[in-house]
């Protein structure tokens, strides 16, 4: 791949033992380790940042003005987005798939403090926020900017580019390729970055939090894009998503998500947020005790997102936390 990165996040990012937290759920010591992506430090840090890289490397070889992309409300790749836009001198327009609040909190918060141009397009799904994306681009076009569009999440063969270097980077602090690593699963692309650079999938599980409804299809092609931009080979056996950890919706609160975020509170001092890692959390949970895991160890991907804590919707959800 001739694309040369960017320097937007912190990185490598720690890769740190959970042993205690291994502990509260019968695993061995030595077994469970956490790959801190929220760490990466762009705007308070996650792991779209390793994605921005190569997409905003791409956007500046094409002569873009404005970086457009778009999400739901609590976006933590909405956020990030308008925080590379900042670093770089450029424009960005976010296209939000929801009405504007009357009071923001969390995400909304920190958007408004880098001050996109937004877009508040109503409540819309996945393709249909595509759709609007791509047609506040054709708009921009009029207008005589140059707008390069991102899909929701950074969710292309270029972005994953980032997550073959998180594998790389994982098998280095290890000194092995994990037997299992476990992200959240929003719109495929960490997953399918992950898949490209261990080069198999059974030793990927992505943990559906309900964004994207055809995970099972996008992973793999994505995997195998990204695995070829970057001359590698193509991942070998099937695609592993978890679908039954993100409640009634995308964002719905859940009591195994609660019971993670205790978890991992209590026994590491991690912070994982409502909507993505702690569904993912949630999956680590049941597998660790139906006795589903492989052996050898196992990475857990913490992808960032703790802003969505301190919004409306979850702040009477985590005050009823176990012990809280």
């Known amino acids: 791949m001739a694309l040369e990165p960017l320097s937007l996040a912190h990185l490598p990012t720690p890769l740190e033992a959970a042993d205690r937290l291994g502990a509260a ?19 308070g840090g996650g792991n779209k940042a390793r994605k921005l890289n190569y997409l ?3 956007a500046l070889a094409q002569g873009a003005d404005v970086l457009v992309t778009g999400g739901g409300r609590q976006s933590n790749h909405v956020r990030m987005t308008i925080a590379a836009a900042n670093r770089l001198g450029l424009r960005a327009t976010v296209v939000m798939s929801s009405n504007e609040p009357k009071q923001p909190s969390g995400n909304v918060v920190l958007d408004h403090v880098l001050a996109p141009d ?44 980032g997550y073959i270097d998180a594998a790389d980077e994982i098998v ?29 999938h059974a030793r990927v599980l992505g943990v559906d939090v309900g964004t994207r409804p055809d995970l099972d299809e996008v992973v793999p092609r994505e995997a195998s894009a990204s695995a070829a931009l970057a001359g590698r080979a193509d991942p070998v056996g099937h695609v592993q998503v978890d679908h039954d950890h993100f409640g009634a919706d995308y964002g719905a609160p859940t009591d195994a998500a609660r019971e993670a975020l205790h978890l991992f509170a209590t026994t590491e001092g991690l912070l994982l947020d409502p909507v993505y890692t702690g569904k993912a959390g949630a999956a680590l949970v049941t597998y660790a005790r139906g006795g589903r895991l492989p052996d050898g160890p196992v990475v857990f991907v913490h992808t960032g997102g703790v802003p969505a804590l301190f919004t409306n919707t979850f702040a009477d959800w985590v005050t009823h936390l176990p012990n809280g």
């Open 25 to 43: 759920l019968g695993l061995p010591a030595g077994q469970l380790f956490v790959k801190r992506d929220d760490c990466t430090g762009l705007a």
């Open 56 to 58: 905003c490397a791409d």
């Open 118 to 161: 937004f877009v508040w397009a109503g409540p819309l799904k996945y393709y249909p926020l595509e759709e609007r994306i791509a047609a506040v681009c054709d708009e921009l076009r009029a207008e005589g900017r140059s707008p390069y569009q991102i899909p929701i999440g950074g969710a292309t063969p270029i972005g994953a580019l």
């Open 172 to 200: 280095g602090q290890l000194g092995a390729i994990p037997t299992l690593t476990i992200t959240a699963n929003g719109s495929g692309g960490t997953h399918a970055g992950l898949v490209a650079g261990f080069g198999d």
